[in-house]
């Protein structure tokens, strides 16, 4: 975390080595002097700490087009080359502020504003760019160090609102769309082009009617259709305001979404396509943990990895994202540019040798959800601590597994439950052991159960269950299904696996 605050942070990295980053409703890298619309610039990496300087805020960023109902908010940022110096480009929206239920659910307009001095001034033109709730979340995509040299900008945008309508004002976001424009008319509206389809060959085809766009990835899924104790809203999308980063090491677009309680990431070997789900993580809903918590886990929204923090072979990424819900003096606060450390581990096909309990031979924890976030505790090599699914509705069913960066032979997994609860912690039905093979989840062969599982209170007076079944050789399991108990959640202690 840092010496700053406020929300949302799009990013550019700029020829000086320095990222330029826009806040939201806070003081961004200043100890006052609050503004809805702050920009920033911040030096150093993750691993030598980071310092930061406010340069501008106000209306001096960005104008208002409806300052009765509305307030600024940035949502996307690019650093480009123009007649030998960098030019930062800041796609700002109009975000509903007004008292009552529709506050934070629509953004009508958006627009580009443009700095020539990195940061300090700020010039926009006279009129909004997009109107009538239309790619109005704009997400510039981060190519690198001052774009990438490339001369077009690339803007992926959502239409309606920047996440999930919790009133429903306007449709939730289930599409995604791209855009382009020469980097010197990026405030020109008529010189934006949009993907309204593709070739025979995939390759993409432009138009500039915004009314022909098409979607460039589409995600329907409803993530907790339930609401949760405290908040009426359900159904949250997995579009929504977040970023999308060229990855040079790993040779892939990652996008970086989320909804109420997960992150959300998606790949794709160009800008448009074809996108596909790579990983989801559910933090459970509220409470949650703060980030200078012994027990820290927390998730957030915006989330976005910025290219200066990606490391040469592209496995180690820095995810930028904010929380806006207090948190104790103890927990700390996440409402400021803090970063957290992700991997992306491409894997290979070469079988690993199998020696002893493969859960402590390089496997990532694989979770639906933790309701204290301690993923460890399923490999920590002792019994004596214990996870659970977060209490109440979630989104289907629960899981408990590894992955691994090569595969491994396989053919025993041993489930030790948590402690006894009454009000749950077990599988309501048989649970399934499923291995990932080749990307894809299937059934295992023979299963056996010893003792048998008994898909009630008392799977937990056990103290593990053994579940056999044919060898395979694969690069992930996980034992799923049902939640037990009026309070709907499994616990676990420790998964082992062998060959």
């Not at 599409?175 to 309204?196: G, N």
């Not at 138009?207 to 098409?214: A, F, L, P, S």
């Not at 915006?302 to 990424?317: E, Y």
């Amino acid at each position: 975390m840092t010496a700053s605050d406020g929300d949302l942070w799009p990013s550019a990295w700029a020829s000086d080595g320095s990222l330029y980053a826009a806040a939201g409703d806070g003081t961004g890298f200043a100890r006052r002097g609050w503004s809805d619309i702050l920009v920033n610039r911040i030096d150093g990496t993750p691993e030598t700490g980071l310092t930061g300087e406010r340069l501008s805020d106000g209306d001096a960023v960005a104008p208002i087009w409806d300052p009765e109902r509305f307030n600024r908010k940035p949502t996307g940022m690019a650093c480009v080359r123009l007649d030998g110096r960098d030019v930062l480009l800041l796609a700002v929206q109009d975000l509903r502020c007004t008292e009552g239920p529709d506050m934070f659910n629509e953004a009508p307009t958006a627009t580009i504003v443009r700095s020539d001095d990195l940061g300090r001034t700020w010039t926009w033109p006279e009129q909004p760019m997009f109107t009538d709730h239309v790619f109005t979340t704009v997400m510039l995509l981060d190519l690198g160090q001052a774009n990438g040299g490339c001369g077009w900008v690339y803007a992926y945008g959502i239409d309606g609102n920047w996440r999930t309508s919790f009133s429903k004002i306007v449709d939730d976001p289930t599409a995604l769309y791209l855009a382009r424009v020469p980097a010197a008319r990026a405030q020109d509206r008529e010189a934006w082009e949009f993907i309204s389809g593709y070739g025979d060959d995939g390759s993409p085809l432009w138009t500039h009617d915004i009314g022909r766009k098409h979607p460039v990835l589409v995600d329907e899924r409803r993530h907790y259709p339930e609401p949760v104790p405290g908040m009426d809203a359900r159904g949250f999308t997995g579009i929504a305001q977040g970023g999308v980063v060229w990855n040079p090491g790993l040779g892939r677009y990652l996008y970086s979404s989320w909804s109420e309680y997960t992150f959300e990431f998606f790949e794709a070997p160009a800008p448009w396509g074809p996108w596909r789900l790579l990983h989801r993580h559910d933090f459970g809903h509220f409470p949650w943990h703060g980030p200078r918590s012994p027990i820290a886990k927390h998730g957030g929204y915006a989330p976005t990895m910025p290219s200066k923090f990606i490391s040469p072979d592209g496995r180690d990424l820095w995810l930028q994202s904010n929380w806006f819900v207090p948190a104790s003096s103890r927990g700390g606060r996440a409402y400021s540019f803090g970063l957290r450390r992700v991997r992306f581990d491409p894997g290979t096909d070469a079988v690993a040798p199998a020696s002893g309990n493969l859960a402590l031979d390089g496997a990532w924890p694989l979770v639906s959800r933790a309701r204290e976030g301690q993923e460890a505790v399923l490999n920590d090599g002792t019994r004596d601590y214990a996870e659970d699914s977060a209490f109440g509705p979630g989104s289907g069913e629960d899981v408990w597994g590894y992955t691994w960066a090569a595969p491994r032979r396989m053919a025993r997994l041993v489930y030790a439950p948590g402690p006894q609860d009454s009000l749950g912690g077990w599988f309501a039905s048989p649970p399934r052991v499923e291995v990932r093979i080749d990307g894809t989840w299937r059934a295992v062969e023979h299963l056996e159960v010893a003792p048998p599982y008994p898909c009630d209170f008392t799977a937990l007076e056990e103290d593990a269950y053994v579940f056999s079944f044919a060898p395979v050789v694969a690069d992930g399991i996980r034992l799923t299904g049902e939640p037990g108990g009026p309070l709907r959640y499994t616990s676990i202690s420790e998964l082992e696996v062998w060959a």
